[in-house]
Nanobody, 124 residues
């Protein structure tokens, strides 16, 4: 499975972005899809995950993310999205999508495939 993340860029604080992650090379509907983010020198941080048919969606138990980030998927387009609203400078990171076969994990090591990351910069 190959994952291609896109949609990152520079946005002002308070703005919104939608990240996309297009999958190929596998049966998309067999994979849960997760989003992570990582700042330089720090560990990759779980943002959220969505089940194979959107039946379950889990988000990081973080006050900084709650209510601002949502994940959706379109199995017909083999694409998962991360909708980010009310962006803050501390959301500046590289965002990664990942795929997990037939389970809904929340930790980095449980995902099978990773995209290359897309950079988000939020200016104050």
């Amino acid at each position: 499975v190959q994952l291609q993340a896109s949609g990152g860029g520079l946005v002002q604080a308070g703005g919104s972005l939608r990240l996309s992650c297009a999958a190929s090379g596998g049966t998309f509907s067999e994979y849960s899809m997760g989003w992570f983010r990582q700042a330089p020198g720090e560990e990759r941080e779980f943002v959220g995950v969505i089940g194979k048919t959107s039946e379950n969606t889990y988000y990081a138990n973080s006050n900084s993310l709650k209510g601002r980030f949502t994940i959706s998927r379109d199995n017909a387009k083999n694409t998962v999205y991360l909708h980010m609203n009310s962006l803050k400078p501390e959301d500046t990171d590289v965002y990664y999508c990942a795929a997990a076969f037939d389970r809904v994990p929340v930790v980095v090591g449980a995902f099978d495939y990773w995209g290359q990351g897309t950079e988000v910069t939020v200016s104050s």
